[in-house]
């Protein structure tokens, strides 16, 4: 299984990077793990974020599938705790779905991407920075894998 990330980023900080990196080659190779960054729109003073937030918008759009199933990492998603998220893992592999987990900048997702999306899940209800979104991602996936496979790693 192909497991897509589309971040919306300023820019990259090298230590988060490593951190994606770490739990990426954690996985086996039947799991594969891809972080594209898309750079931020720029904000100007007198143009309203609607602007930004949809030019962010169509450029993760574009880079979507018919195919792919797309979820939002969103403050206002759907919490679930790392047991359910490994079944919902479980269920991806089972029905051969191919996800696409999409990383907002720090205005979110024009409405137009909230439309196109087939779930919205949310980490945390703290506001996290979004550069540390697809390291923390990166090592729950990788925390369901070993759940899945019975492995020690989650210990409850």
């Given at each position: 299984m192909?497991?897509?990330?589309h971040a919306?980023a ?5 230590w988060?990077?490593d ?5 990426q080659?954690r996985l086996?190779p ?5 972080l594209?960054?898309i ?6 003073k007198?143009q309203?974020i609607?602007h930004?937030?949809n030019?962010e918008?169509?450029a ?17 998603g759907?919490?679930l705790s ?7 893992i ?5 029905q051969?779905?191919k996800?696409v987990?999409a990383?907002?900048?720090?205005d979110?997702f024009?409405d137009?991407?909230h439309?196109r ?8 209800r703290?506001t996290?920075?979004h ?6 991602l990166?090592e729950?996936i ?7 496979e019975g ?6």
């Amino acid at each position: 299984m192909k497991i897509k990330m589309h971040a919306i980023a300023s820019k990259s900080i090298a230590w988060l990077d490593d951190g994606f990196s770490v739990y990426q080659k954690r996985l086996p190779p039947h799991i594969q793990l891809h972080l594209n960054k898309i750079p931020l729109a720029q904000r100007k003073k007198n143009q309203p974020i609607d602007h930004a937030l949809n030019q962010e918008g169509k450029a993760l759009l574009s880079l979507i599938k018919k195919d792919e199933t797309l979820i939002l990492l969103d403050e206002d998603g759907e919490m679930l705790s790392t047991k359910e998220f490994s079944l919902l893992i479980e269920k991806w592999m089972l029905q051969s779905t191919k996800p696409v987990m999409a990383i907002g900048g720090p205005d979110g997702f024009s409405d137009l991407v909230h439309q196109r999306a087939d779930r919205c899940l949310s980490l945390s209800r703290l506001t996290l920075p979004h550069a540390f979104v697809p390291a923390i991602l990166a090592e729950q996936i990788y925390r369901a894998w070993t759940i899945l496979e019975g492995q020690p790693y989650h210990r409850n």
